[in-house]
């Protein structure tokens, strides 16, 4: 829920055409990157300057995952791959194709060769698509896309599984999982089709229809505006999945520091309710001090849930929120 004067549009943001095929080099990577960018995740840094400092990250994790497929994610299990980590003495039953025989040759004893397992997975972005995400210069929705566009970049980058999944109403719509940096634009056309949605949004109902959803461990980049009664509800449940949990706390600047003065009618972007106010120097002083007062208790209920929590404004450059606060708070790295 939103409450604002007649919220500000971005122009020519309604709706864009899905990103076009994209051309690829050896071995499979995106060229001609801003040519083929969706019209309304074009901002100026992203270019294929900017994606190759985007594959130079990987998105860190707290904890090993193990998946059920080979990623190029590094696992504290041993398996099956090309890098050798170490040796173990045979045990009857293991696979005589792992002995070394050139260390049988020398000692006359049988070891098995340990490699380190790669292992997958899967980045699940939850972008709020509730009609409060439309509110702000860019769009709180827009900043939002831009934002899982860079970090799903960087997750196809590492072959991590991407998968994008938009909260509105009391569903969650989800996309199919991408991996490989060639299907950026395919990530790119999926967040390019989620749009604000008319009608108030249950986030709390939208949030467990998207973890129903959820596979194994994982990374879970919850990017909303958290303008719903049940916000922090929203943080538990999600950190309970198991999966680690990033938050993108996302306000627009005049959320943060509202340009209003004098006797206002406010209009609730979900509901249509309005409030009337007077908007002097005390009033908002007292506004700052509370919202201040919310983002630090939900900083707290992340930090107890071992969650990240970022709070971000829309006005922050899309490169100082990914090399800058997201590398300072451990997200990226």
């Not at 696979?95 to 490699?115: C, G, P, S, T």
């Not at 998968?163 to 940096?181: E, I, K, N």
């Not at 749009?195 to 990374?219: F, K, Y």
Request: charged share 25%; aromatic share 6%; hydrophobic share 40%.
């Amino acid at each position: 829920m939103s409450l604002s004067p007649t919220p500000p549009q971005d122009p020519g943001t309604d709706r864009v055409p899905d990103a076009a095929p994209a051309a690829v080099d050896a071995p499979g990577k995106p060229i001609g990157v801003r040519a083929f960018l969706p019209n309304d995740l074009d901002p100026t840094v992203f270019d294929e300057g900017f994606l190759r400092q985007l594959e130079r990250l990987g998105v860190l994790m707290k904890q090993p995952v193990r998946g059920g497929l080979k990623g190029g994610r590094r696992s504290t299990k041993r398996g099956q791959s090309v890098e050798f980590a170490d040796y173990r003495d045979y045990s009857l039953g293991d696979d005589l194709r792992q002995l070394d025989w050139n260390v049988y040759a020398r000692l006359e004893k049988l070891f098995v060769k340990l490699f380190v397992e790669e292992e997958d997975v899967t980045i699940t972005f939850l972008l709020d698509a509730s009609p409060s995400m439309a509110y702000g210069r860019p769009q709180k929705l827009l900043f939002a896309k831009r934002a899982a566009a860079a970090l799903g970049y960087i997750a196809l980058a590492g072959e991590d599984r991407v998968v994008t999944t938009a909260l509105s109403g009391r569903t969650a719509r989800r996309h199919s999982g991408l991996r490989g940096s060639g299907r950026v634009f395919r990530l790119l056309g999926n967040l390019s089709g989620i749009h604000p949605q008319e009608g108030a949004t249950d986030l709390l109902l939208a949030a467990r229809h998207a973890a129903a959803m959820l596979s194994g461990r994982g990374v879970v980049v919850l990017i909303s505006d958290l303008l719903d009664p049940s916000a922090d509800r929203v943080i538990r449940e999600l950190a309970a999945t198991g999966s680690e949990l990033i938050i993108l706390h996302t306000l627009s600047p005049d959320e943060l520091d509202p340009p209003l003065e004098g006797d206002l009618k406010l209009v609730d972007s979900e509901s249509g309710e309005t409030i009337d106010v007077t908007v002097d120097l005390a009033a908002l002083d007292d506004y700052k001090t509370r919202l201040a007062a919310w983002q630090e208790g939900l900083e707290d209920l992340a930090r107890k849930r071992r969650a990240s929590y970022v709070p971000i404004s829309t006005d922050t450059p899309l490169a100082d929120l990914v090399f800058a606060e997201l590398r300072r708070r451990r997200v990226v790295g």
